[in-house]
């Protein structure tokens, strides 16, 4: 960890970074400089190498600086890289989001997966004329203002904000429930279900750690909004084209009215997409009178990076099967060692709980044991070994990642979870 690096980026950063998640607050340690990555490594400035396995929080999928959107981008420089005006591969990308994502018959692409979750609130207020939206503790949806409330905190389904700045009048129409928790939702329905907009979640939440949903609940949630006419927005930023090509929706057979998509889609480069019926959609400027605008949305070097990368996922779909399998023999050796910890896996993400209970919601995944997490962070690290920085994050594989690498992570474990505990 390179301390001086840091301090010249405090200097005129803030907190040195530009993103909170990045600070390495949580295991009070500085922040991380990467100099570069390929595959599955990332390497910092004082020689270390690590196995990557936040891999940019789930956006790489193909391993870092990929041959293939390293190619197309080489070939996108010649071109220009902004135009602002419409060209070919906004509409050849859409052409493969919605291969993945049929439920997306209209989408806009943005430059981050907050913009995208923002709009699309905007249009389902605009498509209902209702305005309460309803989201669920610890589901993360960007950082825009209507969307910061705090999580299991309060009794009441109207929360106080996360964040200063964000004036109690600007959330009061926001609801946040517990994941996973039907009867909630179900009362809530029973008392407002007629002003609710809609309903935003991620739909296999891994902003809380990689929580499973229970199949009863994402059902209760499409068949409430059903009959209640909300909207039903399914947060897909990290799972579109990581849980499976067409995400959670095509997993759990669910048709979501809006699907939001960001990291994985844009190559490595910033994006931010939402979309989905066209009769609601229509809504959106310049044919209807919800507003979105953005200079640089759809543009080419994004559009051409996440081209690449999902034409290649379309094309050899096989790796999502290979990703599973390594992930489920981790899972087998995780239980066969009895180590003390709760592991949570779905399709080619990871969580470690630390805690030996199981993890259904936010409330759960705050029983954790920070300065168990902490101390084995530290060991993960020194063996190169990089996970987010925060026990409230997913691990991500990306197709780079072998056996022998998690079996590694295993054998860190299991030499120093009896020291820890
Ligand atoms: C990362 C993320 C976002 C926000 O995307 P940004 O590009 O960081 O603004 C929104 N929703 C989910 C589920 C995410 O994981």
């Known amino acids: 960890m390179n301390t001086n690096l840091y301090r010249e980026a405090q200097r005129y950063l803030v907190g040195g970074v530009n993103s909170p998640v990045r600070s390495f607050k949580m295991v009070n340690l500085p922040p991380l400089f990467a100099k570069k990555a390929k595959g599955k490594y990332l390497y910092d400035y004082e020689g270390n190498k690590y196995t990557d396995y936040c891999l940019s929080w789930g956006a790489i999928i193909l391993g870092h600086n990929h041959p293939i959107p390293k190619k197309e981008l080489h070939k996108a420089l010649q071109k220009g890289t902004s135009f602002g005006f419409c060209h070919l591969y906004e509409t050849r990308l859409a052409r493969l989001i919605q291969q993945a994502f049929p439920s997306m018959e209209k989408m806009r692409f943005v430059n981050s997966g907050t913009e995208a979750v923002m709009s699309a609130i905007r249009v389902a207020r605009g498509f209902t004329k209702r305005k309460f939206i309803v989201k669920f503790d610890g589901c993360y949806h960007g950082h825009s203002d209507s969307l910061l409330v705090k999580s299991g905190s309060g009794l009441s389904e109207i929360k106080e904000s996360s964040s200063e700045g964000v004036p109690t009048e600007v959330i009061s129409q926001t609801l946040s429930l517990p994941f996973n928790n039907t009867e909630k939702l179900t009362e809530i329905f029973k008392k407002h279900g007629k002003e609710i907009a809609c309903v935003i979640l991620e739909p296999i939440p891994a902003n809380m750690g990689v929580i499973l949903p229970h199949e009863t609940f994402l059902f209760t949630i499409e068949k409430l909004c059903k009959e209640y006419e909300t909207l039903l927005i399914f947060d897909e930023v990290i799972t579109g084209f990581r849980v499976a090509l067409g995400g959670?929706?095509?997993?759990?057979?669910?048709?979501?009215?809006?699907?939001?998509?960001?990291?994985?889609?844009?190559?490595?480069?910033?994006?931010?997409?939402?979309?989905?019926?066209?009769?609601?959609?229509?809504?959106?400027?310049?044919?209807?009178?919800?507003?979105?605008?953005?200079?640089?949305?759809?543009?080419?070097?994004?559009?051409?990076?996440?081209?690449?990368?999902?034409?290649?996922?379309?094309?050899?779909?096989?790796?999502?099967?290979?990703?599973?399998?390594?992930?489920?023999?981790?899972?087998?050796?995780?239980?066969?060692?009895?180590?003390?910890?709760?592991?949570?896996?779905?399709?080619?993400?990871?969580?470690?709980?630390?805690?030996?209970?199981?993890?259904?919601?936010?409330?759960?995944?705050?029983?954790?044991?920070?300065?168990?997490?902490?101390?084995?962070?530290?060991?993960?690290?020194?063996?190169?070994?990089?996970?987010?920085?925060?026990?409230?994050?997913?691990?991500?594989?990306?197709?780079?990642?072998?056996?022998?690498?998690?079996?590694?992570?295993?054998?860190?474990?299991?030499?120093?979870?009896?020291?820890?505990?």
């Open 248 to 421: 959670a929706q095509e997993l759990f057979g669910i048709q979501p009215d809006l699907t939001i998509l960001g990291k994985i889609i844009g190559g490595g480069l910033p994006i931010g997409c939402f979309g989905g019926k066209e009769e609601i959609m229509k809504h959106l400027a310049p044919e209807g009178n919800v507003y979105q605008a953005g200079t640089l949305s759809g543009n080419p070097l994004s559009m051409r990076a996440g081209f690449s990368v999902l034409h290649f996922l379309l094309r050899y779909p096989s790796i999502y099967t290979s990703m599973r399998e390594l992930l489920k023999d981790f899972q087998k050796e995780w239980q066969r060692k009895k180590l003390p910890y709760t592991l949570s896996v779905f399709s080619t993400m990871f969580s470690v709980f630390y805690t030996s209970k199981e993890v259904d919601n936010f409330h759960d995944a705050q029983q954790q044991d920070i300065q168990a997490f902490q101390k084995i962070y530290k060991k993960l690290l020194e063996n190169g070994i990089l996970f987010p920085p925060s026990c409230f994050e997913g691990c991500f594989l990306s197709m780079k990642h072998k056996a022998k690498d998690l079996e590694k992570i295993i054998e860190i474990f299991c030499d120093n979870v009896k020291n820890i505990l």
